[in-house]
């Protein structure tokens, strides 16, 4: 069955009456008008369907456990999307774990995962009372367990490997493969064992954790994951005596963001993890275990746009023609960062004939300022409305302050109505944070 990963844009958008880009019942150049821009829009009803069709497809998996990887978009409205369709959170700061709790987020239902946790998250993880810490390393299993000491508790715990599997996806975002900064090494589990058993007594092992990488449109890595994780699980039964039977797979599927992309649907990924466990159960006679896992970028990747307004333009005589917008780098990342592409559209004219080839251009003092190279658009006026999709996961978070540009709005879309999740960002909040030293006045 087809998912909303698997389309470029949310699934309620449509061209209105008006002749304008519509999602979520709500016009977007209204939006644009109302909110501002550069703006996030997200469209509800996507997210929603994409919660959905992860619980839909492992119904016949009870022992399922779905995390949010709030890493690809946090807020508390987002928390609370989740706390809704039952989902549980995987964070990986302080900052996610603040959130979570401002939230009113039930905290029994979050992970905290990150290959560098300080002392100070580690504590607040623990008094937030978060349900498992995925320990990423030597030097982390002694914090923990330090901590927990320290705090009179026994701190479930899940062991992060590198499983040395390889997907096709950008280099960054690869993390499951051998030379990884995350997680231990196969050859390094046993050491890693011992030491809970003989020494961090206030540490409960309780299973396996790995993420292979992101925009991941194959499924038979997952297949490899899984076995790759029972092996792990077999071993350390025959040799220790020890039944691990909670394993996390991580997050990775992959969702569309032009044409070429061609992205697995959930059911396909479920059908393969659960063939898998039962395959591997079987094979190593080994109970079914409970399995997390994480989803991010499919979550909320397609359920949002980022709108932007058409500002100064450029010819280069022989050369390209620039458009400038009124965001950039500073609110997405991703294009200078991995050389991402986007689909777009103008929202105020959606049919016009795409006759144009232009490069979309940030605003930002940087030449690799560039939002999309090189596309083919209807001819841009000034105050156009510019719609790029799928920017929902990794846009906003990875959002900075770059030349001092403020952080975008974010509005909840759905039938009609639109509500700010995130305010725009004031000058007054750009430097709160700023101190002048009294000698410097
Ligand atoms: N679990 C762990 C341990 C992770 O490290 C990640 C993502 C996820 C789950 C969620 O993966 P997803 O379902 O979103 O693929 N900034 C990059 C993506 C970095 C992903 C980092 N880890 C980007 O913009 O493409």
Known sequence: MKTANQDIKPVTTKINENGNIEIGGCDLVDLANTYGTPLYVYDEETIRSMTKGYKDAFKNYPKINMMFAAKAFMTKAICKIMQQEGFGLDLCSGGEIYTAVSSGFDMTKTLFNGNNKSYDEINYAIESGINTISVDNFFELALLNNIAKTQNKIVRILLRITPGIECHTHEYIQTGHLDSKFGFDLTQTDEAVELIRDEYINLKLVGLHAHIGSQIFEKQVYY????????????????????????NLGGGLGIKYTEEDRPISIYDIAETIIDSIKVHSKKYNIEEPYVFIEPGRSIVGTAGVTLYTAGSSKQVPKGRKYQSVDGGMSDNARPSLYQAKYSVEVANNPNGEAVEKVTISGKHCESGDILAKDIMLPEIEEGDTICFYTTGAYGYSMSSNYNRVLKPAAVLV????????????????????????????
């Open 414 to 441: 759905n039938n009609g109505k639109s509500d700010i999740i995130i305010n725009r960002q004031t000058y007054e909040q750009l430097c709160i944070s700023d101190n002048i030293p009294t000698r410097l006045n």
């Open 224 to 247: 490899d994951e899984v076995e790759v994780i029972f092996k792990e699980i077999k071993r350390i039964k025959d040799k220790y005596g020890i039944n691990l039977n909670e394993i």
